[in-house]
């Protein structure tokens, strides 16, 4: 099975700022990657699949890179409601699998 | 609009069973693969099953192979997961997705508390 590792697990970060998160697959999964948007007691949203192809709707703000193992969601300048939970999730082989998350919070 | 409603959880003992429904709306059901996601308390996303659009093809997580099982009614718009030999580790919120690769539409989900 493929393991999802993203990082950091959480950070703060302030209104405008240009943020990070990184995703590490245990072996190459080309670009079968998706990342995802979580807020408190709701569904994940889809934001990005195919590693870097922004999902309809999505604000050009967010942007995914990467291929093969290592990968990157950015928000290029954060927003209030993008404070949430974010996960990556590999469909390059089953069983599908997600990073462990990384919590967006205010500073 | 796409809708999918998730019910049928609840309390449950350890060993014991559930099944769980998803109602499609808003999409040609029986065009699509589908699958269930759970989160338990606190924790990351899990995928745990998938089924093809005709039900001819199945996968699911080592950890409920065996004692879950994922089926569709194409004419009901509907998807089911059936639970047994339920533990507590299997405790979480139970999402039904569309999709196989990625997941764009995600019900509400429903709770599954495994309990004594």
């Known amino acids: 099975a493929i393991r999802m590792t993203q990082s950091p697990s959480s950070f703060s970060a302030s209104t405008g700022d240009r943020v990070t998160i990184t995703c590490r697959a245990s072996q190459g999964i080309s670009s079968y990657l998706a990342w995802y948007q979580q807020k408190p007691g709701k569904a994940p949203k889809l934001l990005i699949y195919a590693a870097s192809t922004l999902q309809s709707g999505v604000p050009s703000r967010f942007s995914g890179s990467g291929s093969g193992t290592d990968f990157t969601l950015t928000i290029s300048c954060l927003q209030s409601e993008d404070f949430a939970t974010y996960y990556c999730?590999?469909?390059?082989?089953?069983?599908?699998?997600f990073g462990g998350g990384t919590k967006v919070e205010i500073k | 609009e796409v809708q999918l409603v998730e019910s049928g959880g609840g309390l449950v003992q350890p060993g014991g069973s559930l099944r769980l429904s998803c109602a499609a709306s808003g999409f040609t059901f029986s065009s699509y693969w589908m699958s269930w996601v759970r989160q338990a308390p606190g924790k990351g996303l899990e995928w745990v099953a998938n089924?093809?659009?005709?039900?001819?093809?199945?996968y699911y997580v080592d950890s409920v192979k065996g004692r879950f099982t994922i089926s569709r009614d194409n004419a009901k718009n509907s998807l089911y997961l059936q639970m047994n030999s339920l533990r507590a580790e299997d405790t979480a919120v139970y999402y039904c997705?569309?999709?196989?690769?990625?997941?764009?539409?995600w019900g509400q989900g429903t709770l599954v508390t495994v309990s004594s």
């Open positions: 089924i093809k659009q005709d039900g001819s093809e199945k």
């Open positions: 997705a569309r999709g196989t690769i990625f997941f764009g539409y």
């Open positions: 999730q590999q469909y390059y082989s089953y069983p599908r699998s």
